[in-house]
């Protein structure tokens, strides 16, 4: 059976956040949790729903088309008391959002308040939402959260993942929420070129049980998979001694920058008193550190200021698996005690200094980064029973295939809602048993402690995955979806002309590649589809 195997370095130790522990010791743990009884009935409806015979193009209502904002709608989430200067910053976004949006119904594009400690369920009561799929008729599928989260909890992100498609913009500037609009319409508008090239970074610490997980569970496999269904793609695998933070640097704006980029390595955390431990808890470890115990140099990792100015990552879009590579609550979601660290939680959340760095940098920013706030398990991509990663193959195929990144990150909360599940059930059946007896030797049949505690972890690292950036961007290469209602930036739109007696099948497909750098392989009928209710046809 596999053993609970963290990631995360800790910079005063030099070792792991928390030491290997018992299944039996997590499970009483578990067991002792306050249980959220309406976030458990909306998992159990969200894990229920027939994903295996769904249609290829998830849609959160029967009639709701997710790849068309003016069919899912777009919407914009500001704590209560927002400044307007805000929201001017971000004025070039929210505008081709609107533009995208509200070309059919105006109530498809929506600003909407936060009001502070809301639950989801508070949240939706006062503006009359039910419960059940998403329809902009009570909510857009996409949904912008402005704001750090102090004043719009992780946790409301996570009740809104089950259902919706969550991004979440948080700086410390002004400037920077400028930044981050302007470079999301360069990109789509196509004013700046980035080419469809994907790079997977993994670090392989000598002695390391977790970067070896990472490794050849998660980065090989992605890798083999990916460059073989992905031709168009050209895919790079740097793991071991190429994975040192030169290198890294080098993906992260210094001439070697490709439009996704995935890295699995250790994230670095700081005590809750340590100066640095806002800007630059999450940073990523490189190959570079020779280990455990081993003191943690400037040199051994990547963190916020090493991005300069001169950088060019405009178009990238991130996924940093690693410890608080999204952000760090202010609750320990671990338990205390002998195998608790001191580390967290700090003061106030906050979201990683590396993250808002790329999401605002001056020369043109990243679209969009996903991470994991708190602490992550090597059970993000496999609970130890099987070799599959699905859920994560599924991510990025979307993504390469242009699909928004919220809509891609669906089969990740989609794993959530069914290990929740799965674990309610497991809990409930311990409330009508003794407490768990110790760990056999060996068994055949998985021990129920020993579940119980498997799941525990896996649900709060399926839970802990979160989008930061606007959850409807896509990558800046490759397919990209048809959006009608756009305006190009001379102001006119691009009609779509028939010419009579030519093939409008053949017109249309023709239309599509000429947007896009790379064909995709498309069918008429999906053709149409894509660009229905355009005026122009």
């Known amino acids: 059976m596999e053993k609970n195997v963290f990631n995360g370095i800790d910079f005063t130790t030099a070792d792991y956040l928390a030491p290997r522990i018992r299944s039996t010791e997590l499970t009483e743990w578990a067991r002792a949790q306050r249980r959220n009884l309406k976030e458990e009935r909306d998992l159990r409806w969200a894990s229920e729903r027939d994903f295996k015979n769904r249609p290829k193009d998830r849609r959160p209502a029967p009639d709701v088309d997710p790849l068309d904002l ?157 460059g073989t269904e992905r031709e168009e793609w050209k895919f790079r695998c740097l793991e071991g001694e190429e994975a040192n933070k030169a290198t890294l640097l080098k993906l992260l704006g210094y001439g070697e920058t490709p439009a996704l980029l995935l890295t699995a390595a250790h994230g670095l955390a700081f005590r809750s008193d340590h100066p640095r431990q806002r800007e630059q808890q999450g940073a990523i470890i490189c190959q570079d550190w020779p280990g455990r115990r081993r003191p943690i140099l400037r040199d051994h990792y990547v963190a916020a200021e090493d991005i300069g100015d001169d950088a060019r990552i405009h178009g990238l879009v991130a996924f940093l698996f690693g410890c608080h590579s999204a952000g760090t609550p202010n609750v320990d979601n671990f338990p205390p005690g002998r195998w608790g660290q001191p580390t967290i939680p700090p003061k106030k959340p906050f979201i ?75 809990l409930d059946e311990y409330k009508r048993k003794d407490s768990p007896k110790p760990e056999p030797t060996e068994t055949e049949e998985e021990p129920e402690h020993v579940r119980m505690a498997r799941l525990w972890r896996a649900n709060n690292d399926a839970r802990n995955f979160v989008v930061l950036g606007d959850p409807a961007v896509y990558l800046a290469a490759g397919p990209r979806p048809a959006r009608a209602g756009r305006q190009h930036p001379e102001g006119r739109s691009a009609p779509l002309r028939l010419t009579q007696g030519r093939d409008p099948i053949k017109e249309i497909l023709g239309r599509l590649r000429g947007r896009t750098r790379v064909a995709p392989p498309i069918s008429p009928v999906d053709a149409i589809r894509a660009l229905r209710d355009r005026e122009e046809v």
Not at 92 to 103: G, M, S
């Open 70 to 226: 003016s069919s899912s709608g777009w919407g914009v989430i500001f704590p209560q008391g927002t400044p307007r200067a805000l929201k001017e910053a971000l004025g070039p976004l929210l505008d081709i959002r609107h533009q995208e949006a509200a070309r059919k119904k105006e109530n498809y594009y929506r600003e909407l308040e936060y009001l502070p400690g809301e639950s989801k369920d508070a949240f939706f009561r006062r503006y009359k939402v039910e419960a059940g799929p998403a329809h902009p008729e009570q909510l857009p599928y996409y949904l912008l959260i402005v704001g750090d989260p102090e004043a719009v909890p992780h946790r409301f992100q996570y009740q809104l993942d089950m259902q919706y498609a969550v991004g979440r913009l948080c700086f410390d500037d002004l400037a920077d929420y400028r930044r981050y609009a302007e470079s999301v319409v360069a990109a789509e508008d196509g004013r700046r070129h980035v080419r469809p090239e994907a790079s997977f970074f993994s670090v392989l610490t000598p002695n390391d049980k977790a970067t070896e997980i990472s490794t050849a569970r998660l980065v090989q496999p992605l890798a083999r998979t990916l």
């Open 352 to 426: 990683s200094g590396l993250a808002r760095r790329l999401l605002s940098h001056p020369n043109g920013s990243a679209l969009a980064v996903v991470g994991h706030v708190d602490r992550a398990w090597t059970s993000s991509f496999g609970s130890g029973l099987g070799k599959g990663i699905y859920h994560v193959e599924a991510f990025f195929k979307q993504l390469l295939d242009g699909y928004p990144v919220g809509l891609a990150m669906d089969w990740i909360h989609e794993r959530f809602a069914e290990i929740s599940t799965d674990l309610t059930d497991v």
